[in-house]
């Protein structure tokens, strides 16, 4: 029986903010109180993933996600509570797990200026003591993956944000990593490198059923598409942890369809008195009408189009809709991912923050 490739129980995280300083001569009150002096990251955080396991973590910006993989990543230790990756506790085993881990995060600078994209990531590779021919295939591989094989011979201080941030992705996969923490691995990429990064990441899972990902994204189409299941984390808090599936019918609790109908339409009026409709609802314009029906269970559509036919109304299209990761984080956080609703999540944090 393997442990989980990670497991958290209660973890938190707080930073101490610097009390401002109070010169001799100022009249200004003494300093706030000690709960106003503490920046809470992540707050009792209890999650496991399973060897084998896509797993994706949503929040905005300030939701603690960052300071999370930092602490599974060894490089922050926790206030409280524990960690483990590969059943090794970060803390204690630290120099244990290092070589079984790697992590990308989107946006970093990481590399020497002086040096070429291949001669990078070849170095990389060595530092980890991956033999020069195992390297050399790897990175030929994952440099066609990207779009970069062009730019191979290009020092990487002559690369743009995009072409770093690929080779950044490179070097993640070049040491082979039994857990691997990508942070946004897509942020500025164009559409078709997001696209090419994201069908590697499902070919690189099946090719050894035993590697563990965990991917923070702000895109939810991406987390949706690649996610076994996922967490939702806001003010350091997990709110919500599951598959997209599952997380998605928690937020619509009855099968929703869209029908537009011609103008003159009249029989969805009387829709609200058919037995197993939930609701009905209806925007007129004059080109058609716009009507929105929740029922208790899918078999009443029939019985919904036979209505509206029979009360001579004609429909001019119909489809079943569906929730959205994006809807399931509104529905749980408030706003959507991409809302600065709070002000707070557009400063610095303390040094060191998340």
């Known amino acids: 029986m393997h442990p989980p490739a990670i497991r958290t129980h209660r973890l938190t995280r707080t930073y101490r903010k610097a009390r401002p300083r109070r010169w001799p001569w100022s009249r200004s ?73 790697n992590m990308v995060s989107g946006g970093e600078s990481s590399g020497y200026g002086i040096l070429n994209v291949r001669e990078n990531l070849w170095l990389f590779a060595r530092i980890y003591g991956v033999p020069t021919a195992v390297a050399y295939e790897r990175i030929e591989r994952l440099l066609a993956v990207v779009g970069l094989t062009e730019k191979a011979s290009s020092r990487i201080s002559y690369l743009s944000t995009g072409q770093r941030q690929k080779m950044n992705f490179c070097r993640g996969f070049i040491t082979d990593p039994k857990i691997l923490f990508l942070d946004e691995p897509t942020l500025g990429l164009d559409v ?53 599936a599952n997380l998605k019918r928690q937020v619509q609790k009855y099968p929703l369809y869209e029908l537009r109908l011609a103008p003159g339409t009249n029989g969805w009026s009387t829709l609200g008195q058919l ?58 956080v408030g706003h959507g991912l991409n809302d600065d609703t709070a002000a707070s999540w557009n400063q610095a944090p303390p040094s060191g923050g998340p």
């Open 192 to 244: 078709t490198s997001a696209r090419a990064i994201r069908a590697f990441l499902r070919q690189w899972m099946q090719e050894k059923p035993q590697r563990t990902l965990l991917l923070t994204t702000h895109y939810m189409a991406e987390a949706e598409e690649l996610c076994d299941r996922v967490a939702i984390i806001d003010q350091g808090c997990v709110l919500a942890c599951d598959t997209p």
């Open 29 to 101: 009150p003494a300093s706030a109180d000690t709960a106003e002096r503490e920046f809470i990251a992540l707050k009792d955080v209890t999650l496991e993933v399973q060897p084998g396991e896509l797993f994706g973590l949503l929040g905005p910006n300030g939701a603690g996600k960052t300071t999370l993989i930092k602490i599974l990543t060894t490089l922050l230790a926790p206030t409280s509570g524990t960690a483990e990756v590969d059943g090794l506790d970060v803390v204690q085993h630290a120099q244990a797990i290092r070589p079984r881990i």
């Open 275 to 332: 037995s197993g409709v939930h609701q009905a609802t209806a925007t007129t314009t004059p080109t058609t009408v716009e009507l929105k029906v929740a029922l208790v269970e899918e078999s009443v559509i029939g019985a919904v189009v036979q209505h509206l036919v029979t009360t001579g109304g004609h429909i001019l299209s119909l489809k079943k809709v569906e929730p959205t990761l994006e809807d399931v984080f509104i529905e749980l």
